[in-house]
């Protein structure tokens, strides 16, 4: 038993060194992505009907940072503030499935096939999904009358003021503050795979084809899994036995569904779209996997790499244990108490409640949407007990409202 866990700590360990030097570099374009890339940027490109909004859609939801519960308020304000319901299931398809982070680790744990097949199959399916739903369950006269686009209610924040700050505390505090968890989970299960699992077991259990595929899917699509901690599962799946194409069904249904996801498709778009939605993923899954088993049957192409037979490197061995600490200090500030919720000289304090946060991205954004109001010096978020605190001078609580709507959440004032 101890000699088990002893083995599983140290492929756990194996893992860890040769993805992290790429997670730290993913979470800094991750930080660089969400501080320079608005969320009212996106919302300028996607209003209107046809291809080209639905292509920019899922273009646009490629590196973008956000896992398949952070999306959905993304998501609302988009169809909130106009986007069709093409262009919104576009980038519900597309953003969950990769990331900066998630891509730079799939390409050092599963190689540069992986790295590059997925973010395009994920660009791709968004473009299917929303010309799909376009056809089917376009907006209508109705529609475009009851999306409008609202003028911003708050001023923006001063270009490159904090940037970088906000950036490197987004990339390094915020991001593995919401990931952490599901990663090292992610990080358990692949080492407990490699050491419970005899080579090969999955491969002749299991089978090939089409078969397996459905298998991988129908786990995928109920299963919670973020895009970055779904890889080193995959990569144990695949040495056991497992195919490529089998393994990148897991990788796409994963991360792409979950129920809060199904809901909120149901809630903003209705059944029809839903539906769609959900057939989409199954359907291209599987046949993004087919394709990716014959990929990989070219004989000139690069095999995956062999990640639980080699040794880490110095550099390896050194961003495992930054990682370590940067995991670590994004779960202390999770996990521990919240910080008294304004200064004392604040002139003017206005309580919050907010529905639909689910997620410290989510705290993020609504902490940056009140940060940006007129007179609002400070703004702590708590995502447990669903509140905002806003401190400043002449408060204007109707346009705090707002900016939190627009935001894609629910709010009242407390």
């Known amino acids: 038993m101890s000699g088990s866990l002893v083995t599983v700590v140290v492929e756990f360990w194996k893992v860890l060194c040769l993805m992290a ?14 501080v320079f890339i608005s969320a009212e940027l996106i919302e300028r490109h996607l209003g209107g009907t046809g ?6 859609a899922a273009l646009f939801g490629v590196p973008l940072p956000l896992c398949s519960c952070s999306v959905i308020p993304v998501a609302a304000s988009l169809r909130n503030h106009g986007a069709s319901r093409g262009a919104t299931t576009g980038f519900l398809l597309s953003t969950p499935q990769t990331g900066m982070d998630s891509i730079f680790v799939t390409y050092g744990l599963l190689g540069p096939v992986f790295a590059i097949f997925r973010p395009i199959a994920a660009f791709l399916t968004g473009l299917i999904g929303g010309a799909f739903v376009d056809i089917f369950d376009g907006d209508d006269k109705a529609d475009h009358e ?19 700050a906000r950036a490197l ?8 503050k919401e990931i952490g968890p599901d990663l090292l989970v992610g990080l358990a299960i ?39 901690a779904s890889v080193p599962i995959a990569a144990a799946l695949i040495a056991k036995g497992v195919s490529p194409g089998a393994a990148f069904v897991f990788l796409m249904t994963g991360p792409a569904t979950n129920a809060a996801t199904i809901m909120t498709i149901r809630k903003i778009m209705g059944w029809r779209t839903l539906l769609i ?3 989409t993923v199954a359907g291209t899954a599987l046949g993004w996997g087919v394709l990716l088993d014959r990929i990989f049957a070219i004989e000139v192409m690069p095999r995956i790499p062999q990640i639980h037979e080699m040794a880490p490197g110095w550099l390896g061995i050194s961003s495992a244990l ?58 702590i978020v708590n995502l447990k007990a669903g509140e905002a605190t ?21 709010v009242k004032e407390t």
């Open 322 to 379: 930054v990682l370590l600490g940067v995991l670590g200090l994004g779960m202390w500030k999770r996990f521990s108490r919240p910080a008294p919720d304004l200064p004392p000289d604040t002139a003017e304090s206005l309580a919050l409640s907010i529905k639909g946060m689910t997620c410290e991205h989510c705290t993020e954004t609504v902490r940056r949407a009140l940060l940006g109001c007129q007179g609002v010096t400070s703004a």
């Open 169 to 176: 505390t987004y990339g390094f505090v915020t991001l593995p």
């Open 21 to 34: 030097p790429y997670l730290l570099f993913g979470f800094l374009m991750a930080g660089i992505l969400s």
């Open 277 to 279: 939605y959900l057939t």
């Open 146 to 164: 009851e999306a409008h686009t609202r003028e911003d209610e708050c001023d923006a924040e001063a270009a490159g003021n904090g940037k970088i």
């Open 190 to 228: 692949a080492g407990l795979i490699s050491v419970l699992v005899p080579q090969d077991t999955l491969g002749r259990l299991l089978g090939g084809g089409i078969g397996t595929m459905v298998l991988m899917m129908l786990v995928g699509i109920p299963l919670y899994v973020c895009a970055t």
């Open 51 to 56: 291809i080209v909004p639905v292509a920019k």
């Open 390 to 410: 806003v401190g400043g001078d002449g408060l204007d609580s109707e346009q705090l409202r707002r900016a939190v709507e627009k935001a894609g959440y629910e």
